[in-house]
Antibody, heavy 117, light 106 residues
């Protein structure tokens, strides 16, 4: 069974950092691009960042460019999101999602990040 | 690329035919997906490539369109279909989602 399990959420101070992880299982991890998508309370999903299967290509939303870094360790079947200089508006449920051609076919259950002093 | 959806919400009865539209600010060929989301649960893929039904999704769901105008149709609304529906463009980064259409019970 294909599964994605996020972790690392919690409370972060404004200006602080947080590292999210997404453990993948049930598929050949290094052959699929992966994305992070977030959803603020009561809002729709917002795509955050993507990385190719071979790690060569990364993409970011303007709202996080320069502050967040996406990476992956294909030997550990794990996706990461390093969040720095976090702001109140980064408060959201963060999902990892597996790409299948031009669509996100599998999503994790999400990990909540709250930015507050 | 910006996406708009209409209506933002609708009330319908079981058995009704429901149509939701999604419009892109520029042409995205057929790089459009539709997701269903229920409270507290991750979005679920329904349709990709504008009209291809994801495996396991009931055939009462269908999608159409290309370029800038797209439609999601539920042919006969079932109790489990009351949810929020989002379109997403995957023609180019940054991938964007529409604002959503909430379908609730009349």
């Amino acid at each position: 069974e294909v599964q994605l399990l996020e972790s690392g959420g919690g409370l972060a101070q404004p200006g602080g950092s947080r590292r999210l992880s997404c453990a993948a299982s049930g598929f050949t991890f290094n052959t699929y691009a992966m994305s992070w998508v977030r959803q603020a309370p009561g809002r729709g999903p917002e795509w955050v960042s993507a990385i190719s299967g071979n790690t060569e290509d990364t993409y970011y939303a303007d709202s996080v460019k320069g502050r967040f870094t996406i990476s992956r360790d294909n030997s550990k079947n794990t996706l990461y999101l390093e969040m720095t200089s976090v702001r109140a508006e980064d408060t959201a449920l963060y999902y990892c999602a597996k790409h299948y051609y031009d669509v996100f076919d599998v999503w994790g259950q999400g990990t909540m990040v709250t930015v507050s002093s | 690329i910006q996406l708009t959806q209409s209506p933002s919400s609708l009330s319908a009865s079981v058995g009704d035919r429901v149509t939701i539209t999604c419009r892109a600010s520029q042409g995205i060929r057929s790089y459009l997906a539709w997701y269903q989301q229920k409270p507290g649960i991750a979005p679920k893929l329904l349709i990709y490539a504008a009209s291809t039904l994801q495996s396991g999704v009931p055939s009462r769901f269908s999608g159409s369109g290309s370029g800038t105008d797209f439609t999601l149709t539920i042919s006969s609304l079932q109790p489990e279909d009351f949810a929020t529906y989002y379109c997403q463009q995957l023609e180019s980064y940054p991938f964007t989602f529409g604002p959503g259409t909430k379908v609730d019970i009349k």
